[in-house]
């Protein structure tokens, strides 16, 4: 079992930027990949971005790209995720999850978070 627990979350202007943080415990994060999701209110969960074992590889939704950064920490079991030029469209419930392989398409992650709450205002 890997438990998940997301921070960082809060409420910032239009242009501003967070660093989301998902710190596990349990299990070395080492052994598994990493994704980051959010969901708006009344949408479906979408994949924003993910991170493999090693930090080697990563890969982004084309709505963060260039705009987010996906990063992690192994020695601190922690991921993180650097959000940059926030837009009111980015306001959502952002959760993190790990998975056994990295797969950039794969939307089927073994454990989740709780989310924190992203609120970003015009």
């Known amino acids: 079992q890997v438990q998940l627990v997301e921070s960082g979350g809060g409420l910032v202007q239009a242009g501003g930027s967070l660093r989301l943080s998902c710190a596990a415990s349990?299990?070395?994060?080492?052994?598994?990949?990493m994704g980051w999701f959010r969901q708006a209110p009344g949408k479906e969960r979408e994949f924003v971005a993910a991170i493999n074992w090693s930090g080697g590889s990563t890969a982004y939704s084309d709505s963060v790209k260039g705009r987010f950064t996906i990063s992690r920490d192994n020695a601190k079991n922690t991921v993180y995720l650097h959000m940059n030029s926030l837009k009111p469209e980015d306001t959502a419930v952002y959760y993190c999850a790990c998975r056994r392989s990295y797969a950039p398409t794969a939307r089927e992650y073994d454990y989740w978070g709780q989310g924190t709450q992203v609120t970003v205002s015009s």
């Open positions: 349990g299990r070395p994060l080492s052994s598994y990949a």
